[in-house]
């Protein structure tokens, strides 16, 4: 009865064996669905990621050679000291950038700021005075008063930077460690102070000469040298700093602020940055410098703006016998209360850019030569 079964090797053939081994046969690739993208048809892809991984494979090695060659250059490059002779030159060097060539290139906004605060009804709004300027004194006249601004704000950056880490270190030694860092906004108060007292000695001649540039149409001095000769031969000396009250009234409370609420704010943001300040690079400490500057600018704008008004009035109207308290008296009877506020929008504008500006000019410099950046004391050590 064989014949009515299969035989073995006729299933063999038919149903393959269970006992032999599995066959190699190549993966079974899934079907695509409708909405999968077939690659063989898009070959440029894969060209595209093997690009983009050789891209950023080269980018992390030119990273780490660039990390290694910095880590050299630092290694090579000396540790300067706080609070050396070196140190406060670097400081005085720095505050020279940053106040003269700030100052300077905003000399057409300024222009138009004392013009305004001198006399209320002669512009309209900023782009109206500059086309005004433009039509009747030539491109000439948006800078004028150029120079004085350049080389006074120079020198008064100059001490200014200079004077104020002097004197915060010497007020911190008075004080000691722990009183300096519990005390240190009054610290930054009273060094400011001081090195802005000495400062507007240095500015006030170029301050007189910028603001009778600026608010005398046609101007009546050719430039800096032209105006103090002339102002000291009409005057004597002291008629370049009639305007030294005031200047004195709008220049502390101005930079008093500008420092004390400089370094509160960016001790405020590094608080609340991951990691602490020596953790990020230049880019990211001068950011911080700049915006710390900023927001400080706006308050040191409102803070002076009544004592930067009676400084352009003074400069401009004070007769040569006339008494300090008389002249403010005259000055404010003209314009009153509302006239000490007359173009605040525009300086805020101003300060707030140009504070920004000098920080970040400053700060930078300062870690060129090796220095940390401005921003609040540390915390004295325990003992």
């Excluded at 600018?297 to 006339?322: Q, W």
């Amino acid at each position: 009865m064989s014949y009515f079964f299969p035989s073995q090797h006729v299933l063999h053939q038919s149903f393959g064996s269970t006992l032999s081994p599995p066959s190699r046969t190549a993966p079974v690739t899934p079907k695509a669905t409708p909405f999968q993208a077939r690659p063989e048809l898009y070959v440029a892809y894969s060209v595209v990621d093997d690009a983009k991984n050789k891209a950023q494979k080269l980018s992390a090695e030119a990273q780490q050679e660039f990390d290694k060659a910095t880590k050299t250059v630092q290694d090579k490059t000396p540790k300067m000291e706080l609070y050396t002779p070196t140190f406060y030159a670097a400081a005085t060097f720095g505050g020279l950038l940053a106040c003269g060539l700030t100052h300077a290139a905003m000399t057409p906004l300024d222009l138009v700021k004392c013009r305004r605060q001198v006399d209320a009804k002669l512009y309209k709004g900023n782009f109206q005075a500059w086309g005004m300027i433009l039509r009747q004194e030539g491109f000439k006249g948006i800078l004028t008063g150029w120079s004085p601004t350049l080389i006074g704000y120079s020198a008064q950056g100059a001490f200014k930077y200079g004077w104020y880490e002097y004197f915060k270190k010497y007020y911190s030694d008075l004080a000691g460690p722990e009183n300096a860092y519990k005390y240190k906004t009054f610290l930054y108060l009273g060094a400011s102070a001081s090195a802005e007292f000495l400062a507007d000695l240095a500015l006030c001649p170029f301050e007189a000469v910028k603001v009778r540039m600026q608010t005398t149409i046609p101007p009546p001095y050719t430039g800096t040298i032209d105006g103090i000769r002339k102002i000291t031969a009409a005057e004597g000396v002291g008629g370049l700093y009639k305007g030294l009250y005031p200047l004195w009234g709008r220049q502390i409370p101005y930079t008093m602020m500008k420092f004390a609420s400089f370094e509160s704010i960016v001790e405020m943001i590094y608080k609340r940055l991951p990691g602490t300040k020596s953790d990020y690079g230049k880019g990211t400490q001068t950011a911080v410098s700049f915006t710390g500057g900023y927001l400080a600018g706006i308050l040191c704008a409102i803070v002076s703006h009544p004592a930067d008004v009676l400084v352009s009035k003074l400069n401009a109207n004070r007769k040569a016998s006339e008494g300090f308290g008389a002249a403010v008296a005259r000055n404010y009877k003209d314009i009153g209360f509302m006239g000490l506020w007359n173009g605040l929008p525009v300086r805020i504008v101003m300060i707030g850019t140009l504070t920004g500006l000098q920080w970040m000019i400053y700060d930078y410099f300062k870690m060129w030569m090796g220095f940390p950046t401005t921003g609040g004391a540390a915390p004295p050590e325990k003992k």
